[in-house]
């Protein structure tokens, strides 16, 4: 049993270091100071409250325990509270709470000059504001009796709260080039976000309430781009979606202009569920005006615009929002079906607009549609084809496509021939008719197609199957006469 | 004598090597169209698309379907343009002809398959399924060249004729092929692979050469009429081999 036996022995070691410590604790315990000790009879009782005129109220306790701990452990109460003693305690009136809290901060300037504290970046800019008559509570941030020593002062409820202590106030940061950024947070906005559980340091990696590293940045824009790395600490998926966009390749050619996470997103006041279609499209027009307008003035623009329909696609619904591609490149060209069929191949959706889902099924199964699919399958295996198959987009357009129904189909219908022409050279207006439209053939449309193909339908079968009694009878014959 | 040149020993020559060479001929453009077309046909399925993958990609095997379609079109043309030669200044037999008799011995085989009738019909050079079958192929491969031809030039033909020709086309052109595929892949092979008559293959479009026997049993007819003389009579199952003329 030797383990055994060292095991307790090391448990018994690890008893006296834990008594020993406790030991030179007590012994470093300070003694109150008898006016403490005095004060310290009412004070120590829990309950006892100061109200104030506008009947907000202060509690009046003071844990003995917590001060003790407290850096300012030697002093005694009458230090701080400069009115009292043991044998005056005067009755005072105070309109606010806050303005209580001010009066009382003012003690601190007594031992710690303006001087003194402003040497901290964070000071120096309260103390600047104090000369526009704001006045700022130095309890707030670093308590009142169970004040700690700077290095290790926790005394926030929360990080954030230590962090808005300074980052509520107006605040700025200046960049190389003169830029200014403003570094105040409402708080109200983070507590509307979707990141309301998270800290501050979550996001701003590297500062804590012990750290508050200077980082010095050329421009506002160059701040913007390094602060938006940090989503990528917990949206890695996003992130590496984005590191195949267009955007993400622009960037990195060094266009500072192309847009990062927080530029769509926003930073404190990321707003839950911000997938409401309109308030999207508007993310991508700043940027991309132009095509907004095109956008806009097209069946599916006007559908989301006007009637606030959501089933339209918006910039994201083709381009993706993440990996945008692209969509000048053959690879792009050739999910234009796909893209467009993500909506137009669902019955669900276009029952509810009158709308056919044949549409895809006949691109598809086409010489066109046929064709870009063994293009899409062979460029793995075989070769890269170098000729370009029309899709939904070069009939129909791409963000100013308009509805084929009604006083727009004319001019469709006009540009059909031009387009055909594009790769059938000499195509005549007869030409166009050789696509039948996305229509099935029927009586009505295309009947000789339709005629043709009823004929063979009932044809097929029945020679098929005259043929087959035949061989089986001839088969019979021969056995029976054999 | 007419029938001394034909027979040798027990064997009657029945085609020329040029009939020879054009069945050939058929077989491989019609093979090499057959499988190209389907797979276009039925691009969708895993065969298909596997073989299409083995030709090197769809574009390819466009090109073979078309340049051997254009070969199909010179074995066609050239068959059409010597059989009307041959029969306007060499007066060949036009026993292709379909008459009344062939339609007539097509119901009395069908009586003869279900037992009212109790012998075959007798047939001349060659017999209704031959004739039919010959028409269904001639005619169809003409259709093919039509509209195969409109489809690779769509451009061209919507100059003069309305866009739908080309959808109605495609329907006629692949349909007329699957036709054609199935006829040949049920009857054709049946006939002159798997009957028991003639298992395990018919040689005759091969070698040129048929025996009496089948030439008795299958064209009696074209028989009497090459050896002048009647088999009427001893019509049916086992010919005595004496009243067979040498």
Redesign the interface.
């Known amino acids: 049993m030797k383990s055994g036996e060292r095991i307790i022995l090391f448990l018994l070691s690890l008893f006296w270091v834990f008594i020993i410590s406790i030991d030179s604790v007590s012994a470093a315990d300070t003694a109150l100071s008898e006016e403490a000790q005095k004060c310290l009879g009412c004070h120590a009782q829990l309950g006892i409250v100061k109200k104030f005129e506008n009947n907000e109220s202060v509690t009046a306790y003071v844990d003995a325990e917590k001060f003790k701990a407290s850096v300012h452990n030697s002093l005694t109460c009458s230090d701080c509270h400069d009115e009292f003693s043991s044998d005056k305690h005067p009755a005072r009136k105070f309109r606010s709470k806050k303005q209580y809290k001010i009066r009382s901060s003012l003690v601190c300037k007594h031992c710690h000059t303006d001087q003194q504290i402003s040497a901290k970046p964070i000071h120096a800019s309260l103390l600047g504001e104090e000369s526009e008559n704001k006045s700022h509570v130095c309890t707030d941030c670093h308590g009142s009796h169970s004040i700690m020593p700077v290095a290790g002062g926790k005394i926030f409820a929360s990080e954030k709260q230590y962090c808005l202590s300074c980052h509520g106030h107006k605040l700025n940061m200046v960049f190389k080039d003169g830029e200014t950024l403003a570094l105040k947070v409402d708080a109200l906005l983070i507590d509307a976000s979707v990141h309301n559980k998270l800290t501050c340091s979550d996001c701003h990696y590297g500062f804590s309430s012990e750290e508050h590293p200077q980082r010095n940045f050329r421009t506002k824009r160059d701040y913007a781009i390094a602060s938006a790395e940090s989503c990528r600490r917990c949206h890695f998926d996003k992130y590496t979606k984005t590191m195949e966009s267009i955007h993400y390749t622009m960037l990195s050619q060094g266009n500072l202009k192309a847009p990062v996470c927080t530029d769509c997103h926003g930073s404190h006041s990321i707003p839950p569920g911000g997938k409401e279609k309109n308030f999207v499209v508007k993310k991508c027009q700043r940027c991309h005006p132009e095509i907004y307008e095109i956008y806009a003035k097209s069946i599916h623009g006007k559908a989301l615009i006007s009637e606030h329909i959501q089933d339209v696609p918006i910039c994201i619904d083709c381009h993706t929002a993440h990996n945008i591609t692209d969509p000048r490149t053959s690879d792009y060209r050739e999910r234009v079906p796909d893209i467009c069929g993500n909506c137009h191949a669902n019955k669900e959706i276009m029952e509810k607009y009158g709308l056919s889902t044949d549409v895809v099924k006949t691109y598809l199964s086409d010489f066109h549609g ?2 870009l ?3 899409k ?2 460029k793995e ?3 890269k ?1 170098a000729r370009q198959i029309a899709v939904c987009t070069d009939c129909h357009g791409t963000h100013n496509i308009s509805s084929v129904i009604g006083s727009d189909a004319a001019i469709i219908k006009a540009n059909l021939a031009k387009r055909c022409q594009k790769c ?5 207006e ?7 439209s996305h229509y099935k ?1 029927s009586l009505t449309r ?1 009947p ?2 339709f005629i ?2 009823l004929i ?1 339908r009932v ?2 079968p029945f ?2 199957i005259g ?2 009694l ?2 089986l ?6 056995a ?2 054999r | 004598m007419k029938g001394d040149n034909i027979i040798k020993e027990d064997k009657i020559r029945r085609f020329s090597t040029t009939r020879i060479i054009e069945h050939w001929m058929t077989i491989i453009t019609l093979g090499i169209l057959g499988v190209t077309g389907l797979s ?1 046909k039925f ?1 969708s399925l895993a065969l298909s ?1 596997w073989f ?2 083995q030709l ?4 390819n095997v466009r090109l073979i379907h078309r340049y051997t379609g254009i070969a199909l079109s010179i074995v066609i043309a050239v068959h059409i343009i010597a059989g009307i030669i041959g029969v306007v200044f060499k007066k060949w037999q036009t026993s292709m002809i379909i008459n009344k008799k062939d339609f007539l011995d097509a119901i009395h085989n ?1 009586k ?4 009212i009738e109790s012998h075959p019909a007798r047939c001349d050079r060659y017999d209704y399924k031959q004739k039919f079958e010959y028409w269904g192929v001639l005619i169809s491969g003409l259709l093919m060249v039509v509209t195969g031809m409109a489809l690779w030039f ?3 033909v ?2 003069f ?8 086309a495609k ?2 052109h692949t ?2 092929a ?2 054609v595929f ?2 040949v892949a ?2 054709h092979i ?1 006939n002159s692979i798997l ?3 003639v298992f395990p293959l018919d040689t005759v479009i091969f070698t040129g050469k048929i025996s009496k026997e089948r030439m008795i049993h299958e064209h009696p007819l074209e028989y009497e009429r090459l050896f002048n003389i009647s088999l009427e009579g001893s019509e049916g ?1 086992g010919i005595p081999k004496d009243k067979v003329a040498t």
């Open positions: 046929v064709t699919g063994f293009y399958k062979q295996t075989l070769y084809p059938h050279e000499g195509a005549t007869n030409f166009q008719d050789a696509w039948l053939p295309a000789m197609v043709v193909s063979y044809f097929i020679a098929m043929l087959i035949q061989i009878l001839h088969i019979w014959r021969y029976v006469t | 276009q691009y698309q299409i993958f090197g990609g769809i574009d069908i003869y398959y279900i037992g769509p451009t061209l919507t100059r004729l309305p866009g739908e020709v080309i959808p109605t329907i006629l349909n007329q699957f036709l199935l006829i049920l009857w049946y009957s028991p008559e199952e």
